[in-house]
């Protein structure tokens, strides 16, 4: 007969890893991972360039840890160390490159839809987070400027003439970053930053006032042009400029269609409804990380999500 799990945990982020090693500890024995992407932490790979900040806690606010991971701020490789020595344990089943297609639930089983398999278990913890999927502008990019549009920091060069859009402490850092190589240009449509960390602020403006790179607040682009193979970018005070490339760092999103496939109900809002334990209206379903919180950012938060669903799991048993 098939293998029946105590828990499937899909994402490979902290919430996962934390549900994940938390589970182990406190008694349940069949687990299972399941991670889209050929290794765990997807986001921190992907998205944080080579020797950058991972703080424990989002925008400097202090959560306290309350289970058993004692997660300090690092850099991205010894967060990926940490990581990697949590689940350097062969009996937490794991499966990489495989997508979650959707979650059906038959009497108090769970039936996991892989593309190349099926999995059964009583539990299940959606920790995908949100940055899967960056957030777009509404406007319309030009499908010839796309060699020339990033979401992350993939094909960046040296020597380029760059935008970043964003305001949040990624957008911060690329573009701190980048501008020691390149000739950066910030865009925040607000006057000022409300999202960074005291570090990276205090930072920018250096960098600003040491004209090491541009800050253009105050102004959001309307449209994106294609001039002679470079990225015209048109701003809503009536000025424009020309860039090599344009780097977009303003955030994920939800992937509500996924959520709505595994058994997730939403409010009028078009939030995730959950209880105070994390569980959907799905028993046995929980959320957790920024999946659930909605705002990225906090390993911490993450974490202590997964601890506290581990423990509702094993009161209900």
């Keep these: 007969m098939q293998q029946i799990y105590d828990l499937v945990i899909i994402g490979g982020g902290p919430g996962g890893i934390g549900a994940t090693i938390e589970a182990k500890l406190l008694g349940l024995d069949k687990i299972l991972i399941i991670e889209r992407g050929n290794n765990h932490s997807q986001t921190i790979r992907k998205f944080y360039k080579d020797n950058k900040r991972v703080d424990k806690d989002y925008k400097g606010k202090v959560t306290e840890l309350t289970g058993s991971i004692d997660f300090k701020d690092g850099t991205k490789e010894s967060t990926l160390d940490y990581f990697d020595q949590l689940l350097d344990n062969d009996e937490i089943d794991t499966e990489f490159n495989s997508e979650v297609e959707k979650i059906k639930k038959d009497k108090d089983i769970f039936q996991i839809i892989t593309a190349r398999a099926g999995y059964m278990s009583k539990n299940v913890i959606i920790a995908i987070g ?188």
């Design 130 to 317: 949100t940055m899967g999927k960056p957030n777009k502008p509404d406007y319309k990019i030009p499908p010839s400027l796309r060699p020339r549009i990033n979401f992350n920091l993939d094909k960046c060069s040296s020597s380029e003439k760059l935008l970043m859009v964003g305001g949040g402490n990624s957008a911060a850092e690329y573009a701190i970053e980048l501008s020691k190589t390149n000739t950066v240009t910030l865009n925040y449509r607000r006057d000022k930053f409300n999202r960074l960390n005291e570090i990276n602020e205090k930072i920018i403006y250096e960098y600003n006032g040491q004209e090491k790179l541009r800050l253009r607040m105050g102004t959001d682009i309307e449209l994106l042009e294609n001039d002679k193979g470079l990225v015209k970018v048109n701003f809503n005070d009536g000025y424009y400029t020309i860039y090599d490339r344009v780097i977009y760092a303003i955030g994920g999103t939800t992937p509500i269609d996924f959520l709505k496939l595994c058994g997730i109900s939403f409010d009028k809002n078009s939030k995730p409804e959950f209880d105070d334990n994390f569980e959907s209206k799905t028993k046995g379903l929980y959320l957790a990380g920024d999946i659930a919180v909605q705002s990225g950012g906090s390993i911490a938060i993450a974490l202590n999500h997964a601890r506290h669903i581990i423990e509702h799991i094993l009161k209900q048993r």
